[in-house]
Antibody, heavy 121, light 110 residues
Framework: QVQLQESGPGLVKPSQTLSLTCTVSDGPFYTGGSYWNWVRQYPGKGLEWIGYIDYSATTYYSRSLKSRVTISRDISKSQFSLKVTSVTAADTAVYYC?????????????WGQGTLVTVSS | QSVLTQPPSASGTPGQRVTISCSGSSPNIGSNYVYWYQQVPTTAPKLLFYMNNQRPSGVPDRFSGSQSGTSASLAISGLRSEDEADYYCASWDDSLSGWVFGGGTKLTVL
């Protein structure tokens, strides 16, 4: 079973850029049929999908976050990354990376453990 | 506020059958499949159902999923203490062009 692990700063100042990386192990990263997602969970439990990058480096973002989000990948390191610009307290959440597989819209069958990011000065 | 609507809580005693509802609208559940995730406290969500009622390997058949119109439901029969968790429904929304989730239902096994 593929393993995913998030990493990055746990504290980001308002107006700065949030940057996280997800390392994929014990499974194929650069293969067709896998879609590498970011999902966040607010302190009140709600889940929000952020976007994905696929095996061909095509990206697809949530319409509400599209202007502030970039997802990229580094095949040599089996990693994909998330950047969210101009963060505010509303971006405070646990951020998960997750693999989407199967038929469209590619549900998430493997998740990282999640990493809490707090936006505060 | 979540696009899909779930009751915030549900409960049952061991052995009982419990149902959790998920209400959506035409662009999401009315047009696309429903997915369910189980989240045990302090862990990541786990895929419980895909395509309305398909169980990934390892999910007990005590769990069942259904969809009708713009609503869906998750049923758990023979309730067990390890079923205590948060349950989320999800679907693709054609209007928003993205995944949408329910607010989650906290299931308590009394």
């Amino acid at each position: 079973q593929v393993q995913l692990q998030e990493s990055g700063p746990g504290l980001v100042k308002p107006s700065q850029t949030l940057s996280l990386t997800c390392t994929v192990s014990d499974g194929p990263f650069y293969t067709g049929g896998s879609y590498w997602n970011w999902v966040r969970q607010y302190p009140g439990k709600g889940l929000e999908w952020i976007g994905y990058i696929d095996y061909s480096a095509t990206t697809y973002y949530s319409r509400s976050l599209k202007s502030r989000v970039t997802i990229s990948r580094d095949i040599s390191k089996s990693q994909f990354s998330l950047k969210v610009t101009s963060v505010t307290a509303a971006d405070t959440a646990v951020y998960y990376c997750a693999r989407g597989v199967g038929e469209w819209p590619y549900p998430f069958d493997s998740w990282g453990q999640g990493t809490l990011v707090t936006v505060s000065s | 506020q979540s696009v899909l609507t779930q009751p915030p809580s549900a409960s049952g005693t061991p052995g009982q059958r419990v149902t959790i509802s998920c209400s959506g609208s035409s662009p999401n559940i009315g047009s696309n499949y429903v997915y369910w995730y189980q989240q045990v406290p302090t862990t990541a969500p786990k895929l419980l159902f895909y395509m309305n009622n398909q169980r990934p390997s390892g999910v007990p058949d005590r769990f069942s999923g259904s969809q009708s119109g713009t609503s869906a439901s998750l049923a758990i029969s023979g309730l067990r203490s390890e079923d205590e968790a948060d349950y989320y429904c999800a679907s693709w929304d054609d209007s928003l062009s993205g995944w949408v989730f329910g607010g989650g239902t906290k299931l308590t096994v009394l």
